[in-house]
């Protein structure tokens, strides 16, 4: 039965940047693999998106953020889930993220930092993969 | 087995697990009952058994409407005002399923900036997962929840619905049906349906003008539904909406917010008063029980092995098909109130 539940996604915009088209591209994308796309909006803080993510019951986050405060609010997303016991949930994110930074967003516990560019046929079968190995507890 | 002999060491240990999250009031572990719900996981049904003791005390507020009538933007004033009411304040806000991938795009969210800034009001989307009339399936259940959870405030969103999808009025107290000058004139209005459910009508996005000749005609429409109205209806009189009221809003603008709550609470006081509310409610749980009817009714007549002796059986004595069918009948219906005896056929 819950092989055939859809993934439950939350695609969020932390912080201040008001660029959401590549989050809306993705949104669609996982949607059209037949995941249940939740979407935020602009300008949410870390505590509403981990709010968000806990009300939702969702199985992955995905962050897109193009402000640079990404080493600022990308660990907080990820210590609040800790806190909340939501480390379950497959983190991943993208936008305009350096190497270098996002090396060290993988070591914190982000899954994956896609760069601009990615194919969204790539992140579909990232979360695809990975999902399936991390069942809600 | 009645509610009254559950104890909570009979439960299953993961149900037992969210059921202490339920009662610590941790809303992680009311979202992933609400999960359970969604996706017919078996480990749903105890925990809904159990908590049925607890609900009935929430009010619930279903919002209805075409789609870009500004429902979501409306749905993020009231709930942000209950919550500054002090009153505990939920939403379920359900969004179409795509009929080809099964998927969806959720975006209430997007819509609720007061309702999320400083609030503790919870939110959950729902997709509609294939369910016509503008609610999941999901949805009633999932509602119980939210009253057992101790949620006072539960706001029903529907799907952008057209004419005919009226499920909400049968999940909800009060009905609002949300429309702008842009949905039609009052012949539109007049078509059969969600103008039928409404309890209270807004006329949303008076900013955009059109508004107050909108709300006149739907006033005259509804004075002449009154006037036409038989005395008796027959019993399904009181699911009628007894005395509809018209409001004009712009959701945007924050204007008829106050307005539209008061007049939820007036309709809800009448209808406490005239025993409509208790009338929707035993409504509510006689459809719930219809659908599951139907679902385990049809889940037994394509799987059940026993069906295919009993035709074979039949046919052996020479009864035919529609008289073995007609006779099944007699005896499921004969079984309707398992509690009283059974009546002669």
Do not use: C
């Amino acid at each position: 039965m819950n092989a055939a539940a859809p993934i439950r996604v939350l695609i969020g915009k932390p912080g201040l940047d008001g660029h959401d088209r590549g989050a809306k591209v993705v949104a669609a994308a996982l949607r059209d693999r037949g995941m249940e796309v939740i979407y935020t909006g602009l300008h949410r803080t870390p505590e509403q998106i981990v709010d968000a993510a806990e009300q939702e019951d969702v199985q992955v986050i995905g962050l897109s953020i193009l402000s640079g405060s990404h080493m600022e609010l990308l660990p907080r997303v990820r210590e609040l889930l800790v806190e909340r016991g939501l480390d379950h949930v497959l983190l991943i994110a993208g936008g305009i993220i350096p190497l270098e930074d996002a090396r060290v967003l993988e070591e914190q516990g982000y899954a994956r930092v896609f760069g601009p560019g990615t194919p969204t046929a790539e992140i579909v079968a990232f979360i695809e993969d990975h999902v399936r190995s991390r069942p809600r507890p | 087995m009645t509610a009254g002999q559950l104890r909570p060491e009979t439960l299953p240990e993961d149900t037992r697990r969210i059921l202490e999250g339920i009662e610590e009031g941790r809303r992680g572990a009311l979202a992933r009952a609400i999960t359970w719900i969604e996706n017919g996981d078996p480990r749903a049904a105890p925990l809904l058994d159990f908590l049925q003791p607890r609900t009935g005390q929430a009010w619930r507020t279903g919002i209805t409407g075409p789609p870009g009538a500004g429902k979501s933007t409306l749905v993020d004033g009231l709930t942000r005002y209950w919550s500054e009411q002090g009153r505990k304040t939920a939403l379920l806000a359900v969004d179409p399923s795509s009929p080809f991938s099964g998927g969806a795009l959720l975006g209430d969210r997007v819509r609720l900036d007061r309702a999320l800034e400083q609030t503790d009001v919870f939110v959950r989307s729902m997709a509609n997962r294939g369910s016509l009339g503008g609610l999941a399936l999901a949805t009633g259940a999932a509602a119980d929840l939210l009253d057992a959870f101790g949620f006072e405030e539960i706001v029903l969103e529907t799907v952008g619905v057209g004419q005919a999808e009226v499920d909400i009025a049968a999940a909800a107290d009060v009905t609002v049906v949300v429309l702008t000058p842009a949905s039609g004139d009052g012949v539109q209005a007049m078509k059969a349906g969600l103008m039928e459910v409404g309890d209270v009508f807004v006329v949303n996005k008076a900013d955009e003008g059109g508004a107050e000749r909108l709300a006149a005609e739907l006033e005259q429409m509804l004075a002449l539904r009154q006037a036409q109205r038989e005395p008796d209806e027959g019993p399904d009189r009181q699911l009628v909406p007894e005395n509809p009221r018209i409001l004009v809003a712009s959701a945007r603008e924050g204007r008829g917010i106050e307005a539209l709550a008061g007049a939820i609470e007036e309709t809800r006081r009448e209808g406490m008063a005239s025993g409509r509310v208790p009338a929707l409610r035993e409504q509510r749980a006689l459809m719930r029980v219809r659908r599951l009817l139907a679902e385990g009714l049809r889940a037994a007549i394509w799987e059940n092995r026993r069906l295919r002796r009993g035709v074979r059986k039949a046919l052996a004595r020479g009864e035919g098909p529609d008289a073995f069918a007609r006779r099944l009948l007699q005896a499921i219906f004969n079984r309707l109130d398992p509690d009283e005896p059974e009546e002669p056929a």
